[in-house]
T-cell receptor, first 114, second 116 residues
Framework: QQQVKQSPQSLIVQKGGISIINCAYENTAFDYFPWYQQFPGKGPALLIAIRPDVSEKKEGRFTISFNKSAKQFSLHIMDSQPGDSATYFCAASKGQGGSEKLVFGKGMKLTVNP | NAGVMQNPRHLVRRRGQEARLRCSPMKGHSHVYWYRQLPEEGLKFMVYLQKENIIDESGMPKERFSAEFPKEGPSILRIQQVVRGDSAAYFC??????????????FGDGTRLSIL
């Protein structure tokens, strides 16, 4: 059972375009939703995160939209740049019970063409 | 200002040998998580430790795998009698010991384990 489903699996956009990555979750106990960016040979780097008490959070060119009733959240990358080409993972966790282990989606490979 | 340090970066073992992966958390962090990543897959949780305690090992295989985080020194993920299916990237993440939930987890660059 995959608790966090991510789509699409890959995406190609032109420089300056908008990249959108979607995630859906099943466990309503999740209360923390981070996005990670991973370059080849590197570890995931935290980009931005949201909690379910807000519907949107923006940091620079990155925006998370959160829909609690639909159990969905998405990452929007505005003005996409070739340097944004990487794999993006959504994740979820629940901050209770002593363990805040992250449950990851399978990732989306983004390619931004110059 | 070192981040999470993992070593070795690459490890090659033959079937039946032991693999030891080390993780030093960020300064001031006392919570360590281990994750495994198979090619073209997301990361999967293995174990969560605090100093001298295993808090959650629900993602650890029941046999051959063990983890520790001693009072002094790095956290160690140990895989005994490795098999081909253990080939993967193993990532460690750390988070601070603040009394608030959902602290961000910061990842190291991983250990790529290859089994011959």
């Amino acid at each position: 059972q995959q608790q966090v489903k991510q789509s699409p699996q890959s995406l190609i956009v032109q420089k300056g375009g908008i990249s959108i990555i979607n995630c859906a979750y099943e466990n309503t106990a999740f209360d923390y939703f981070p996005w990670y960016q991973q370059f080849p040979g590197k570890g995931p780097a935290l980009l931005i995160a949201i909690r379910p008490d807000v519907s949107e959070k923006k940091e620079g060119r990155f925006t998370i939209s959160f829909n609690k009733s639909a159990k969905q959240f998405s990452l929007h990358i505005m003005d996409s740049q070739p340097g944004d080409s990487a794999t993006y993972f959504c994740a979820a966790s629940k901050g209770q019970g002593g363990s805040e282990k992250l449950v990851f989606g399978k990732g989306m490979k983004l390619t931004v063409n110059p | 200002n070192a981040g999470v340090m993992q070593n070795p970066r690459h490890l090659v073992r033959r079937r039946g040998q032991e693999a030891r992966l080390r993780c030093s958390p960020m300064k001031g962090h006392s919570h360590v998580y281990w994750y495994r990543q198979l090619p073209e897959e997301g990361l999967k949780f293995m174990v969560y430790l605090q100093k001298e305690n295993i808090i959650d090992e629900s993602g650890m295989p029941k046999e051959r795998f063990s983890a520790e985080f001693p009072k002094e020194g790095p956290s160690i993920l140990r895989i005994q009698q490795v098999v081909r299916g253990d080939s993967a990237a193993y990532f460690c993440a750390s988070s601070p010991n603040w009394h608030r939930k959902n602290q961000p987890q910061h990842f190291g660059d991983g250990t790529r384990l290859s089994i011959l």
